[in-house]
């Protein structure tokens, strides 16, 4: 399978312990996109890099969340003391500079945090 | 700030029936309108796309419809089947700036048998 892979798929987490999530951009792709998705609404940005260099974050990307792409290709999403606000779908999506918008998305990780 | 807005928010549509959704967006600025489509479990996929500068785009079932002057834009799903019971999501973005993709609230559709 050579589309966007993301894990783990789900995840539980108690309240206050930090989670991370990795995402295995298409190959070729040099951008690098996180969104966050709630039951029910469209996905939101959160943040998005341009090889390794992270380029724009959302003011929804508070400071306890951190976000990497070394060497420009996987990306990481870390989440220090997680709340329950936090639990939400995190998607990730790439795509090649010059087709920007054409953008493929992973199938997720689904967070709850109790 | 929402800057698209997308309705009805659930549709049910017969087989064989035309399903249509809509979209209204605010920021004059974007210039991609792509429309995704999700189903439970999986993340959103590309399912068409249209720029501003024209008026409509049919790629087999599906047709967008685009009304720049009103800011508006549809999706239309001919022929609907079972199988396109998914939630769309219709989004704006800039596209040769960084391509960050500003999605609607989505519309859950389902085509009854």
């Known amino acids: 399978d050579t589309g966007v892979s993301q894990n783990p798929r789900h995840k539980i987490t108690k309240r206050g312990q930090n989670v991370t999530f990795r995402c295995d951009p298409i190959s070729e792709h040099n951008r690098l996109y996180w969104y966050r998705q709630t039951l029910g609404q469209g996905p939101e940005f959160l943040t998005y890099f341009q090889n390794e260099a992270q380029l724009e974050k959302s003011r929804l990307l508070s400071d306890r969340f951190s976000a990497e792409r070394p060497k420009g290709s996987f990306s990481t999403l870390e989440i220090q003391r997680t709340e329950q606000g936090d639990s939400a779908m995190y998607l990730c999506?790439?795509?090649?500079?010059?087709?920007?918008?054409?953008?493929?998305f992973g199938q997720g990780t689904r967070l709850t945090v109790v | 700030q929402q800057q698209v807005k997308q309705s009805p928010q659930s549709l049910i549509v017969q087989k064989g029936g035309i399903s249509i959704i809509n979209c209204a967006y605010e920021?004059?600025?974007?210039?991609?309108f792509p429309w995704y489509q999700q189903f439970p479990g999986k993340g959103p996929a590309l399912l068409i796309a249209?720029?501003?500068?024209?008026s409509e785009k049919k790629e087999g079932r599906f047709t967008i419809s685009f009304n720049k002057s009103a800011k508006q834009f549809s999706l239309h799903i001919m022929d609907s089947q079972p199988g396109d019971s998914a939630t769309y999501f219709c989004a704006a973005t800039l596209y040769n700036q960084g391509g960050k993709l500003i999605f609607g609230q989505g519309t859950e559709l389902s085509v009854k048998p």
């Open positions: 249209i720029r501003p500068d024209v």
């Open positions: 999506a790439s795509s090649r500079q010059g087709r920007a918008t054409e953008a493929f």
């Open positions: 920021n004059t600025a974007f210039d991609y």
